[in-house]
């Protein structure tokens, strides 16, 4: 396992953006694929957004194809969520996970590695 450290996030109006951050304590961060999660108001954790340990594949829920952009800077053992054209329906507390397996969306339940979560909010 990995600890997983997450910042970002916050209050946005409709069609604003903002930015995950998921930092690794580590060294073999590379190892892992990395993944975002979320958990809206009365809902189930669904998956969000995956990158493979190099950084190559991505994998994109259908909601939010388009508007959101995972990535992964190595050296600084860090994933980032971008998230562009926000809706309130993007209002979830968000959860990056890691796993050496993948793919990443298949594995809501069996990932034991997971960030704090962090609130994102979309006002109208």
């Known amino acids: 396992q990995v600890q997983l450290v997450q910042s970002g996030g916050g209050l946005v109006q409709t069609g604003g953006s903002l930015r995950l951050d998921c930092g690794v304590s580590r060294r073999t961060f590379y190892n892992y694929n990395m993944g975002w999660f979320r958990q809206g108001p009365g809902k189930e954790r669904e998956f969000v957004a995956a990158?493979?340990?190099?950084?190559?594949?991505?994998d994109y829920s259908e909601s939010v194809k388009g508007r959101f952009t995972i990535s992964r800077a190595n050296a600084k053992n860090t994933v980032f969520l971008q998230m562009n054209s926000l809706k309130p329906e993007d209002t979830a507390v968000y959860y990056c996970g890691a796993d050496q397996l993948w793919p990443l969306r298949t594995r809501n339940t069996t990932i034991r590695s997971w960030g704090q979560g962090t609130q994102v909010t979309v006002s109208t």
């Open positions: 990158i493979t340990w190099h950084g190559i594949s991505t």
